[in-house]
Protein backbone atom coordinates (compact mmCIF):
# COMPACT_ATOMS: atom_id res chain seq x y z
CA UNK A 1 0.00 0.00 0.00
CA UNK A 2 1.51 3.43 -1.18
CA UNK A 3 0.54 7.14 0.13
CA UNK A 4 -1.24 7.46 -3.60
CA UNK A 5 -3.70 4.71 -2.83
CA UNK A 6 -7.54 5.95 -4.13
CA UNK A 7 -9.96 3.60 -2.83
CA UNK A 8 -13.45 3.31 -3.82
CA UNK A 9 -17.00 2.73 -2.59
CA UNK A 10 -19.39 2.38 -5.60
CA UNK A 11 -23.26 3.65 -5.26
CA UNK A 12 -25.86 2.23 -7.71
CA UNK A 13 -23.82 2.45 -10.91
CA UNK A 14 -22.19 -0.32 -13.04
CA UNK A 15 -23.52 -2.91 -10.62
CA UNK A 16 -22.42 -1.43 -7.45
CA UNK A 17 -18.95 -2.20 -8.67
CA UNK A 18 -16.09 0.07 -8.41
CA UNK A 19 -14.23 -0.43 -11.83
CA UNK A 20 -17.14 -0.79 -13.76
CA UNK A 21 -18.90 2.08 -12.30
CA UNK A 22 -15.87 4.13 -12.22
CA UNK A 23 -13.80 2.63 -14.64
CA UNK A 24 -13.61 5.44 -16.97
CA UNK A 25 -13.54 8.36 -14.72
CA UNK A 26 -10.56 6.36 -13.21
CA UNK A 27 -8.94 5.92 -16.28
CA UNK A 28 -9.18 9.83 -17.28
CA UNK A 29 -7.63 10.54 -13.88
CA UNK A 30 -4.53 8.66 -15.02
CA UNK A 31 -4.99 6.56 -12.09
CA UNK A 32 -3.53 3.16 -12.43
CA UNK A 33 -4.65 -0.93 -11.10
CA UNK A 34 -1.86 -0.18 -8.76
CA UNK A 35 -3.37 3.18 -7.00
CA UNK A 36 -6.98 1.98 -6.91
CA UNK A 37 -8.62 -0.64 -4.80
CA UNK A 38 -12.51 -0.86 -5.04
CA UNK A 39 -14.86 -2.06 -2.12
CA UNK A 40 -17.99 -3.48 -3.86
CA UNK A 41 -20.94 -3.73 -2.36
CA UNK A 42 -21.85 -7.71 -3.22
CA UNK A 43 -18.73 -8.60 -2.07
CA UNK A 44 -18.74 -6.76 1.13
CA UNK A 45 -22.17 -8.39 1.41
CA UNK A 46 -21.01 -12.06 1.08
CA UNK A 47 -18.35 -11.14 3.48
CA UNK A 48 -20.64 -9.62 6.33
CA UNK A 49 -24.27 -9.01 4.83
CA UNK A 50 -24.77 -5.98 6.63
CA UNK A 51 -28.35 -5.42 7.22
CA UNK A 52 -28.14 -1.84 8.04
CA UNK A 53 -25.77 0.90 6.72
CA UNK A 54 -24.54 0.82 10.20
CA UNK A 55 -22.99 -2.76 9.42
CA UNK A 56 -21.84 -1.80 5.96
CA UNK A 57 -19.98 0.58 7.40
CA UNK A 58 -18.58 -1.37 9.63
CA UNK A 59 -17.49 -3.73 6.73
CA UNK A 60 -15.83 -0.72 5.15
CA UNK A 61 -14.03 0.46 8.15
CA UNK A 62 -12.37 -3.29 8.50
CA UNK A 63 -11.56 -3.24 4.88
CA UNK A 64 -9.94 0.19 5.01
CA UNK A 65 -8.07 -0.88 8.25
CA UNK A 66 -6.73 -3.86 6.18
CA UNK A 67 -4.74 -1.79 3.63
CA UNK A 68 -2.39 -0.81 6.33
CA UNK A 69 -2.24 2.99 5.87
CA UNK A 70 -4.29 6.18 5.60
CA UNK A 71 -5.69 6.07 1.81
CA UNK A 72 -7.76 8.67 0.15
CA UNK A 73 -11.26 7.51 -0.08
CA UNK A 74 -13.92 8.26 -2.73
CA UNK A 75 -17.38 7.22 -2.63
CA UNK A 76 -20.73 8.11 -5.09
CA UNK A 77 -24.17 8.01 -3.76
CA UNK A 78 -25.11 5.70 -1.30
CA UNK A 79 -20.85 5.04 -1.12
CA UNK A 80 -20.70 8.60 -0.63
CA UNK A 81 -22.71 8.62 2.55
CA UNK A 82 -21.03 5.60 3.82
CA UNK A 83 -17.33 7.57 2.98
CA UNK A 84 -18.14 10.17 5.17
CA UNK A 85 -19.46 8.16 8.31
CA UNK A 86 -15.75 5.87 8.04
CA UNK A 87 -13.96 9.47 8.22
CA UNK A 88 -16.11 10.37 11.12
CA UNK A 89 -15.71 7.33 13.03
CA UNK A 90 -12.19 6.74 12.27
CA UNK A 91 -9.99 9.63 10.52
CA UNK A 92 -7.14 7.61 11.34
CA UNK A 93 -8.03 5.75 7.77
CA UNK A 94 -8.77 8.71 5.60
CA UNK A 95 -6.49 11.07 4.10
CA UNK A 96 -8.71 12.83 1.96
CA UNK A 97 -12.52 12.45 0.72
CA UNK A 98 -14.25 12.82 -2.62
CA UNK A 99 -17.87 12.45 -2.05
CA UNK A 100 -19.99 12.36 -5.21
CA UNK A 101 -23.73 13.30 -4.36
CA UNK A 102 -23.62 11.73 -1.13
CA UNK A 103 -27.57 10.18 -0.53
CA UNK A 104 -29.25 10.96 2.85
CA UNK A 105 -28.72 14.86 3.79
CA UNK A 106 -31.05 17.54 3.17
CA UNK A 107 -33.38 16.03 0.98
CA UNK A 108 -35.43 13.42 1.91
CA UNK A 109 -35.25 10.19 0.07
CA UNK A 110 -37.33 7.77 1.75
CA UNK A 111 -40.96 9.44 0.68
CA UNK A 112 -43.34 6.87 -0.81
CA UNK A 113 -43.14 8.59 -3.93
CA UNK A 114 -39.60 9.00 -4.31
CA UNK A 115 -39.07 5.18 -2.19
CA UNK A 116 -41.57 3.32 -4.85
CA UNK A 117 -39.65 5.32 -7.74
CA UNK A 118 -36.42 4.49 -6.53
CA UNK A 119 -37.51 1.13 -5.41
CA UNK A 120 -38.71 -0.31 -9.31
CA UNK A 121 -35.79 1.54 -10.83
CA UNK A 122 -33.07 -0.26 -9.08
CA UNK A 123 -34.95 -3.11 -9.85
CA UNK A 124 -35.23 -2.68 -13.14
CA UNK A 125 -31.67 -2.23 -13.59
CA UNK A 126 -30.33 -5.27 -11.90
CA UNK A 127 -33.36 -7.70 -10.99
CA UNK A 128 -36.48 -7.50 -13.45
CA UNK A 129 -35.37 -8.74 -16.72
CA UNK A 130 -38.95 -7.01 -17.86
CA UNK A 131 -38.43 -3.68 -17.54
CA UNK A 132 -35.93 -1.56 -19.90
CA UNK A 133 -32.88 -0.79 -18.99
CA UNK A 134 -32.84 2.45 -20.64
CA UNK A 135 -36.06 3.59 -18.86
CA UNK A 136 -34.64 2.74 -15.55
CA UNK A 137 -31.57 4.25 -15.68
CA UNK A 138 -33.31 7.77 -16.86
CA UNK A 139 -35.01 7.67 -13.44
CA UNK A 140 -31.57 8.54 -12.21
CA UNK A 141 -29.54 10.67 -15.01
CA UNK A 142 -30.04 14.43 -16.28
CA UNK A 143 -33.16 14.86 -18.96
CA UNK A 144 -30.21 15.59 -21.35
CA UNK A 145 -28.18 12.22 -21.01
CA UNK A 146 -28.88 9.86 -23.69
CA UNK A 147 -27.30 5.95 -22.54
CA UNK A 148 -25.75 4.51 -25.54
CA UNK A 149 -26.66 0.66 -26.52
CA UNK A 150 -23.12 -0.28 -25.49
CA UNK A 151 -24.26 1.12 -21.96
CA UNK A 152 -27.81 -0.20 -21.74
CA UNK A 153 -26.28 -3.88 -23.09
CA UNK A 154 -23.52 -3.61 -19.85
CA UNK A 155 -26.47 -3.15 -17.11
CA UNK A 156 -28.20 -6.12 -18.51
CA UNK A 157 -25.10 -8.26 -18.44
CA UNK A 158 -24.90 -7.22 -14.47
CA UNK A 159 -27.86 -8.93 -13.90
CA UNK A 160 -26.13 -11.70 -11.80
CA UNK A 161 -27.33 -13.24 -8.29
CA UNK A 162 -24.93 -11.49 -6.35
CA UNK A 163 -25.68 -7.96 -7.64
CA UNK A 164 -29.99 -8.86 -7.53
CA UNK A 165 -29.19 -9.43 -3.73
CA UNK A 166 -27.19 -6.01 -3.67
CA UNK A 167 -30.04 -4.43 -5.55
CA UNK A 168 -32.80 -5.81 -3.48
CA UNK A 169 -30.93 -4.66 -0.18
CA UNK A 170 -30.42 -1.29 -1.15
CA UNK A 171 -34.35 -1.01 -2.60
CA UNK A 172 -34.75 -2.02 1.52
CA UNK A 173 -32.78 0.45 2.66
CA UNK A 174 -34.33 3.47 0.45
CA UNK A 175 -37.67 1.99 1.65
CA UNK A 176 -37.22 2.16 5.45
CA UNK A 177 -35.76 5.31 5.75
CA UNK A 178 -32.04 4.13 6.43
CA UNK A 179 -30.36 6.64 4.10
CA UNK A 180 -32.54 9.90 5.76
CA UNK A 181 -30.97 8.77 8.67
CA UNK A 182 -27.19 10.50 8.06
CA UNK A 183 -28.82 13.59 7.58
CA UNK A 184 -30.86 13.91 11.01
CA UNK A 185 -29.88 16.70 13.84
CA UNK A 186 -27.82 13.51 15.65
CA UNK A 187 -25.61 12.94 12.57
CA UNK A 188 -24.40 16.53 12.29
CA UNK A 189 -21.39 16.24 15.14
CA UNK A 190 -20.39 12.88 12.84
CA UNK A 191 -20.21 16.02 9.74
CA UNK A 192 -18.24 18.20 12.10
CA UNK A 193 -15.86 15.67 13.18
CA UNK A 194 -14.71 15.28 9.32
CA UNK A 195 -11.28 16.88 9.45
CA UNK A 196 -10.28 15.66 6.43
CA UNK A 197 -9.99 17.99 2.67
CA UNK A 198 -13.44 17.03 1.17
CA UNK A 199 -14.14 17.64 -2.32
CA UNK A 200 -17.97 17.69 -3.24
CA UNK A 201 -19.04 16.78 -6.64
CA UNK A 202 -22.60 17.39 -7.67
CA UNK A 203 -24.61 17.20 -11.23
CA UNK A 204 -26.81 20.35 -11.76
CA UNK A 205 -29.61 18.36 -12.78
CA UNK A 206 -29.74 15.54 -9.83
CA UNK A 207 -33.26 14.90 -8.63
CA UNK A 208 -31.81 12.94 -5.89
CA UNK A 209 -30.02 14.35 -3.79
CA UNK A 210 -30.41 17.99 -5.08
CA UNK A 211 -27.89 20.87 -4.30
CA UNK A 212 -29.53 21.90 -1.31
CA UNK A 213 -28.15 18.91 0.10
CA UNK A 214 -24.61 20.06 -1.49
CA UNK A 215 -24.88 23.18 0.22
CA UNK A 216 -26.39 21.64 3.46
CA UNK A 217 -22.72 19.53 3.45
CA UNK A 218 -20.92 22.40 2.09
CA UNK A 219 -21.92 24.51 5.31
CA UNK A 220 -21.00 21.87 8.15
CA UNK A 221 -17.72 20.17 6.25
CA UNK A 222 -14.85 22.00 7.62
CA UNK A 223 -12.34 21.95 4.73
CA UNK A 224 -14.55 21.65 2.00
CA UNK A 225 -15.17 22.56 -1.69
CA UNK A 226 -17.47 22.08 -4.16
CA UNK A 227 -17.63 21.36 -7.77
CA UNK A 228 -21.41 21.14 -9.87
CA UNK A 229 -21.32 19.73 -13.36
CA UNK A 230 -23.65 21.08 -15.79
CA UNK A 231 -26.05 18.85 -17.50
CA UNK A 232 -25.54 15.62 -14.94
CA UNK A 233 -27.97 13.60 -13.15
CA UNK A 234 -27.13 11.28 -9.92
CA UNK A 235 -25.14 8.70 -11.68
CA UNK A 236 -22.73 11.24 -11.66
CA UNK A 237 -19.52 8.52 -12.81
CA UNK A 238 -21.75 7.19 -15.64
CA UNK A 239 -23.08 10.34 -17.24
CA UNK A 240 -19.97 12.89 -16.82
CA UNK A 241 -16.73 10.27 -16.03
CA UNK A 242 -13.96 12.57 -18.35
CA UNK A 243 -15.27 15.76 -16.25
CA UNK A 244 -15.84 13.41 -12.65
CA UNK A 245 -12.07 12.22 -13.67
CA UNK A 246 -10.67 15.59 -14.06
CA UNK A 247 -11.71 16.81 -10.70
CA UNK A 248 -10.46 13.84 -8.95
CA UNK A 249 -7.00 14.38 -10.53
CA UNK A 250 -6.65 18.32 -9.72
CA UNK A 251 -7.99 17.40 -6.16
CA UNK A 252 -5.79 14.25 -5.40
CA UNK A 253 -2.76 15.75 -7.13
CA UNK A 254 -3.16 18.71 -4.10
CA UNK A 255 -1.72 15.88 -1.73
CA UNK A 256 1.08 14.67 -3.88
CA UNK A 257 4.20 14.04 -2.70
CA UNK A 258 6.70 15.94 -5.17
CA UNK A 259 9.11 14.35 -7.14
CA UNK A 260 12.79 13.58 -5.24
CA UNK A 261 15.16 15.97 -7.02
CA UNK A 262 18.67 14.00 -8.54
CA UNK A 263 21.39 15.94 -8.45
CA UNK A 264 23.14 16.13 -11.73
CA UNK A 265 26.33 13.67 -11.98
CA UNK A 266 29.36 15.18 -10.54
CA UNK A 267 27.90 16.67 -7.48
CA UNK A 268 26.26 20.57 -7.37
CA UNK A 269 29.42 21.97 -8.68
CA UNK A 270 28.99 19.73 -12.00
CA UNK A 271 29.32 22.22 -15.51
Given at each position: MNDTTLLVLPGIAGGFSARRGF???????GLTDREVVGLDLPGMLA???PASIDELVGSAVDAIGRQGAAVDVMGESIGATVAVRVA??????VRSLILVAPVGFARTVSTPVV???ASDAITALYVDHEQPVASALGAFVSPHFQA????VREYSEYRVEDVRGAARMVAA???TGAFDSAGVAERHDDLRAVRQPVQLVWGRDDDWTGLDSAFFLLRRLRTVQLRVIPRCGHLVSLEAPRALGRIVQTFLGLFAEPDPVTPPAGGAGAR
Open positions: GAALAAAERAAERPDLTSQTPEQWWS
